[in-house]
């Protein structure tokens, strides 16, 4: 009976952590990690991200590289990345932007973690 009931709340939880990450619109796998669902309600708006790309190379950020791939959950170094505000005409945002690998991004200030790449 025990084993029963360890089974299908094994069972139980194996379906629920997939379709709680598909609640989110960005998955990403950091290596090794586990999987890091974000929710984009936080980042660019999708009508505001050609103008804020526009906006990125207006101000000639700097990019900086790293050698792995540019995904969300990717945690930046400590130093050597500059981080800056998101203008408030995109949109309120807890992040902050940088550009890594040719690739903008948006990142949690105080964990470095990339929470959208904005494509």
Do not use: C
Request: charged content about 20%; cysteine-free.
């Amino acid at each position: 009976m025990r084993n029963r009931i360890i089974a299908v709340a094994a069972i139980a939880a194996a379906i629920t952590v997939p379709a709680v990450a598909a609640q989110a619109q960005t998955v990403g796998v950091v290596r090794g990690g586990p999987p890091v669902a974000v929710d984009e309600d936080g980042g660019i708006a999708v009508e505001q991200r050609p103008a804020f790309r526009e906006y990125i190379v207006r101000e000639r950020v700097p990019n900086y590289t790293i050698p792995d791939r540019v995904v969300v959950g990717t945690v930046l170094p400590e130093m050597g990345v500059t981080y800056y505000d998101v203008p408030q005409r995109f949109g309120a945002t807890p992040y902050r932007y940088t550009v890594v690998n040719g690739e903008t991004v948006l990142v949690e200030p105080r964990s470095r973690r990339i929470v959208q790449v904005v494509d």
